[in-house]
C-alpha cells in the first residue's frame, strides 16, 4: 500500500488562522477490509466552512477533531477496490479530506460516488457541479425562490457558489448583480460569468458608498440576496430590498475570525417583510439529484464556465485555504495532488 | 351633528415622540352622504405601529400625514346610519382614529365591521380578538408553526400580542416562556396569563444576564420566538436558539425612535438554520376569520382573559401613547371616550 501524506488540524486558531494551526504528517494506507476502495485524490476541495470547523465552539457541524487530517470534499480515482460497485480507474468524489489517499466504506450513504468525466471535467464536481453548485441552487431555488424579472444580488461572486448562482439565476430569468473583490474578478463576473453587473467592494468601503452603488445597479430594488460573506454588504442589501425581498444566509465568512458581525439595522427586515433564512446544503439531500442534474447541464451547455484557483501539492493546501479565507482566490479554490 | 375633538399629529418627533407632536382640535362633523354612517367611538387603540408612521422615512406604511387626524382602530357605536347594514346602536369596529366620532363610507372593504358583544366585550375587538390577536396568530401559526412540546418565547409578554400568543400557544400544545418588564407583569404573565414562565428583563440589564436566564427558563432551548421589542432580547433568544428555530418579527418598538438597534451576531441565523421573518398582519386579511374564531372560542371560554390600560378622554390619548412606547402599559392599552 502507498505512504500517504496526511494535513493534520495540530490547533485550533484563536483569532485569525494561520498556517502554524496545520500539520504535515505520513503515514501508511491500512490495508482494504471486504467493501472498501482505496482512492486516489487527484483534487481536495477548499471551502470557507471549513474555517467554522475549526473552532471549537457551537456551530453546525462538530469541530474539526484535533490531530485527525482535516476534513473535506476530494476528487479522484479509485486504485483498488475490494467493493462490487467500484473498480480501478473509475473517477469518484468522496469526502476523503486532506491527503493524498482515503481508504472508504464505500457502502456508507454518500460516502463515494462515481461520476462521468465525459462532458464535466473532474475538478468541477468539487466546485459547480458539486457542494458549491447545489449550495447556490437551494439557496436560489428553495429560499429566494424568483420570479422572472427579479432582481437577484450575491456576495462572493466570482466563486464557486457565486458563479454558480449567477448561471441559475439568469436561466431564470432574473437581474443578476454580483458583489466582488477588486476590478479584476468585478470584470470576470460581468465578461465571463455574464452577471448584468459586478460591483467592486473595496471601492466601497463604508455603508453609504456600497449602498448607493447597490441602488445604482439595481434600480428597482433587490429582491432576492445570496448571502457568502456578511458584514456590510449584508447591511447595504437590506437598505436596498424590497418589501418581501427572501436572503438566503450561507456564509459568514467576515465573522469566522472571532469577533461576531453585527447587523446594522435589523428592523428593516420587518419594515420590508423580509425573510432571511440561514441552511446547510448538506442537510437537504433530497435536492442533490436534481440540482446536479441542472448544474450538470449548465455546463455541458457552455452557460457555466467556472474558474478555478488551484494550488499544486498537498503541502500547498494551508497557504491556499488561508488565501481563500482572505478573498485571495479567484475562482473555486482547489489543491491539485497529482 | 355633534362637535367631534380631534387629535391631530402636529410634527414629525426628532428622536422621542413627545406630547408637543399632539395637537387637540375641534370640528364639525360633516352631513352623512348616502352609504354613510356615522360612529361614536367609545374605545380608541393605542398601538406600538403608530410610533413608526409618525416619522417620514421609509416604513412598510405610508407616513400618518401631518396636520390630519391620528389614524388608529376604534371601537364604536353607530348613532346614525344612511347605509343598509348598518343601524343606530350597532357595536363596530373601525379605524376611525384619535376623534370622538368618524363619518365612515361603510361599503369601503374592511372599514367597518358589526361585531358580537354578547360573549365578548367591544373593547376586546382591539385587542384580543383584534388586530393584536390576529397579529400573534399569524406569527405563531404562519411563521413559527410549532408542534407541541415546542419551547416558544415572546416578549412584552403582558401586552395584547404577547398575550394571546400565550394562550394561543398554550392551546397547541407549547411550552411558552414571556419577557416583560417588571416583577408585577411577570407574575401577571405566569399567573393570570398561564405562562410557564417569565423572565423580567429589567434584573438582566446585559447579554450575558438575559441569556443565562433564558437558559434557565428554556432548558431545552428554543425552537420559536416572536419578537415584539427588538435589541437585547432578540440577541438573547438567538444565543439560545434551536437548530431550525423560527423568529417571527413583529415589532422593533427599542428603535422605532431613530438610532437603529445592530443585531449582535446574525451569524447565528446561519449556525442555527433559522428562518427571521418580518410580516405586517393587515398584508393577510385572508386568516382573520380563521384567526378571530380561534381568539373568541379562548376569550368566551375562559382561556384568554388579556388585561385592558385604559386611559380617559380624548386628551389623554398622547400621554398614554409615550407611555406604551416606554412599557408603562400594563395590557392593551386604550382610550375610553364615553
Known amino acids: 500500500m502507498p505512504r500517504n501524506q496526511q494535513i493534520l488540524l495540530d490547533s485550533r486558531p484563536q483569532g485569525e488562522a494561520s498556517a502554524g494551526n496545520f500539520k504535515l504528517v505520513e503515514a501508511d494506507t491500512p490495508p482494504l477490509a471486504d467493501g472498501q476502495v482505496l482512492v486516489r485524490h487527484h483534487y481536495l476541495s477548499l471551502d470557507p466552512y471549513m474555517r467554522g470547523r475549526m473552532n471549537a465552539g457551537k456551530s453546525y457541524a462538530k469541530p474539526q477533531p484535533l490531530g485527525e487530517v482535516m476534513q473535506g470534499g476530494t476528487a479522484g480515482e479509485v486504485v483498488e477496490s475490494r467493493h462490487p460497485r467500484f473498480a480501478a480507474g473509475d473517477p469518484v468524489v468522496g469526502f476523503g479530506g486532506w491527503q493524498q489517499y482515503s481508504v472508504v466504506d464505500a457502502d456508507q450513504p454518500g460516502a463515494l460516488r462515481k461520476v462521468d468525466t465525459a462532458q464535466v471535467p473532474l475538478s468541477y464536481y468539487l466546485g459547480a457541479v458539486g457542494m458549491p453548485g447545489v449550495t447556490a441552487w437551494y439557496g436560489l431555488v428553495k429560499i429566494i425562490a424568483p420570479k422572472a424579472g427579479d432582481t437577484l444580488t450575491v456576495s462572493a461572486a466570482?466563486?464557486?457558489?457565486?458563479?454558480?448562482?449567477?448561471?441559475?439565476?439568469?436561466?431564470?430569468?432574473?437581474?443578476?448583480?454580483?458583489?466582488?473583490?477588486?476590478?479584476?474578478?468585478?470584470?470576470?463576473?460581468?465578461?465571463?460569468?455574464?452577471?448584468?453587473?459586478?460591483?467592486?467592494?473595496?471601492?466601497?468601503?463604508?455603508?453609504?458608498?456600497?449602498?448607493?452603488?447597490?441602488?445604482?445597479?439595481?434600480?428597482?430594488?433587490?429582491?432576492?440576496?445570496?448571502?457568502?460573506?456578511?458584514?456590510?454588504?449584508?447591511?447595504?442589501?437590506?437598505?436596498?430590498?424590497?418589501?418581501?425581498?427572501?436572503?438566503?444566509?450561507?456564509?459568514?465568512?467576515?465573522?469566522?475570525?472571532g469577533a461576531p458581525l453585527p447587523l446594522a439595522n435589523p428592523a428593516l427586515i420587518l419594515v420590508n417583510r423580509m425573510k432571511v433564512e440561514g441552511f446547510i446544503v448538506t442537510e437537504h439531500p433530497e435536492v442533490w439529484p436534481e440540482a446536479l442534474a441542472e448544474l450538470g447541464s449548465l455546463v455541458a451547455g457552455g452557460r457555466l464556465r467556472p474558474r478555478e484557483s488551484i494550488a499544486q501539492g498537498l503541502a500547498a493546501a494551508p497557504e491556499a485555504f488561508l488565501g481563500l479565507l482572505k478573498g485571495r482566490n479567484f475562482g473555486k479554490q482547489l489543491v491539485r495532488l497529482i
Chains 1, 2 share one sequence.
Open 158 to 257: 466570482s466563486g464557486a457558489v457565486g458563479s454558480a448562482f449567477g448561471a441559475l439565476a439568469r436561466a431564470r430569468g432574473c437581474r443578476v448583480v454580483g458583489i466582488a473583490g477588486g476590478p479584476d474578478k468585478c470584470a470576470y463576473v460581468r465578461d465571463a460569468l455574464g452577471f448584468d453587473d459586478c460591483i467592486d467592494y473595496r471601492r466601497h468601503p463604508d455603508l453609504a458608498s456600497l449602498s448607493a452603488a447597490l441602488q445604482a445597479a439595481c434600480p428597482d430594488g433587490i429582491d432576492g440576496h445570496f448571502e457568502n460573506v456578511g458584514g456590510l454588504v449584508l447591511d447595504a442589501v437590506l437598505q436596498r430590498a424590497n418589501p418581501y425581498a427572501r436572503v438566503a444566509l450561507c456564509g459568514m465568512i467576515a465573522g469566522y475570525d
